[in-house]
Each structure stands twice: as C-alpha cells, then as structure tokens.
C-alpha cells in the first residue's frame, strides 16, 4: 500500500525547474518495465491516437491561455508531421475552451483534467493553459498498468499532457516556441522519459541508444558530453532533452519502440 501511494503522486513527468523537471519515483521505475518488442516497428503498424484539446484560459490572450483555432491548428501540424515519421498519427476530434482563472494557471488542475477529460486511456487529451508556475511550460502523464492502482478511473482522469499556450509555433516563448514542447510532452505520454535522467552509468533513460548524459540541456551547445568516460555525445538534438526547439529534431529508434510497446501494453486496449 505504501508503494501504491508513492506510486500515485509520481506518475506525472512533473515539468518543474526550467521546464519538464521530476521523474518517475525509485519505486514506481522499479515496477515500470515497458517490454522489448518481438519484431521493429513496421510503418504499416502506424497508431492512431484519437485526440482531444482543451483551452483553458481567463482572458483573450495567449498569457492567459487563449489560443485561436488558426494556432492550435499550426500545433496540431506540427504534432502531426514530428510524429508521421514513428509512424503515430493524431485524429483530432474536438477543441473546447473554459474559462477559470485557477486552471488555467495549474492551480487545482486535477479537478480540471477531471472535468474536461474526453474518451477513454488510449485517447490523448492536451490542455493549453495560460501558466503552470515559474518557468514550468508543460507536463504529462506517463502511461501506467491501470490493474497496479486501487482505482483505475482515477489515474484515468487525470491523464494527459498540460501544455502552456506561448510554446505554440510561433508563440512568444523566447526558446520553445516552434511548437515542439507539445511534441516532448506527447512523448512521455508514451513513456518516455528524459534523456539525462540518471546519473553517468545508471540505467539512464531506459533506451538502449542514447548516450549516457547527466545534465539537462539548455540552448544548443553542440558537443556537450556530461558523461565523458562513456560512448558518445549528449542527446541535445533529442525531442527529451530540454534543448531550445530550433535544436530538437529526433527520437531515436530504441524511443520508437519503447513508444509503440507503452501504447500496447498500457492504452490500445484501454
Ligand atoms: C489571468 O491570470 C493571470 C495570472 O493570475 C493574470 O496575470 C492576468 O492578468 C489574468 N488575465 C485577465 C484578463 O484577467
Ligand atoms: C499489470 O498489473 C497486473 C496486476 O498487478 C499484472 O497481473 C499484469 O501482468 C500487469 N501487466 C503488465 C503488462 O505489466
Ligand atoms: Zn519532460
């Protein structure tokens, strides 16, 4: 029971510090095991995630929240086009905007995902707020065994990824703002976590190929190696680093399959 509680407030990617800080609990890794995959990925395999968007907001501005359908529509092609290329694909099925002022700055944003949430654990649902506190710009859920929890519909409820609207393409976000903070936080929706989780030698990210790395990333210092005594560079170019947008451009194929093996094991059937 005691790791079950534990187990409960750390089953978000809480985005703290910069931007996308915590991650999974010791205890809840230790239970985490997203199978290797019988056989790579094929394209035909490709997922369809039915998507719901939320807009919370307590203004007209994108401080506060408030995104138009044209921008939210430059996000989804982003989403989109990123995604085609590990063969995951998003139906975007509705967008619907509230007003308040307390979620849409990640206050009490448990009763929020509770309240808007659409669909069931295998349809994605992004929040658009105005603020998450500080320098936070997003968070998300990690996908869970839903048997593990005593109440399943709870876990359910609170699933999806938060987003903070001034990362859109094009946003006012001085270093996220080619949209691909949506992409980051899609990402450990599908389990993944982040690239310099762990220290040099640890199990890292639980990815076979990418590099041991230590440190998060900020801007785009090409060369950057926080676990010189191992192989090759830090991930900076990867979508789990927090690198600046314009330096992200790549999932490696040991993420893929960890992505697609999270969504068959934890959501397709959900
Ligand atoms: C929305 O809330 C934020 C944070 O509390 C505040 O700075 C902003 O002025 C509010 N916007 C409006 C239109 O009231
Ligand atoms: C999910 O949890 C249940 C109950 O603990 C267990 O029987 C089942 O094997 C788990 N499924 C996976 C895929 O780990
Ligand atoms: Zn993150």
Known sequence: MALKQVALVSTMAVCALARCGAELSPELKANYKIPT???????????????YIHVVSNGSTIDDGYLTSEQLDKQKAVLNNVFADYSIHFNFLDTDYTENADWAHGIMTQ???SALRKGSYKDLNLFFLGSMGGQVTGQCSFPLNLTDFPDPSTMVS??????VSNTIPGGPHLTY????NAVHEVGHWFGLIHVFT???GGNGDEV???????????GCPIGKDSCPDFPGVDSI??????????????FTPGQVSRMHNAWSTYRESQ
């Open 158 to 163: 609170r699933d999806g990824c938060m987003i």
């Open 111 to 113: 009763d929020m995902t």
């Open 237 to 250: 170019h990867n979508y789990m680093d927090y690198s600046d947008d314009g330096c992200k451009t790549e």
């Open 198 to 200: 762990d220290t040099c």
């Open 208 to 218: 076979e190929d990418t590099p041991e790395q230590a440190t998060e990333t900020y």
């Open 37 to 51: 995959p019988a056989a790579s990925i094929a394209s035909a395999d490709t997922i369809e995630v039915n998507t």
């Open 177 to 180: 703002n080619l949209g691909l």
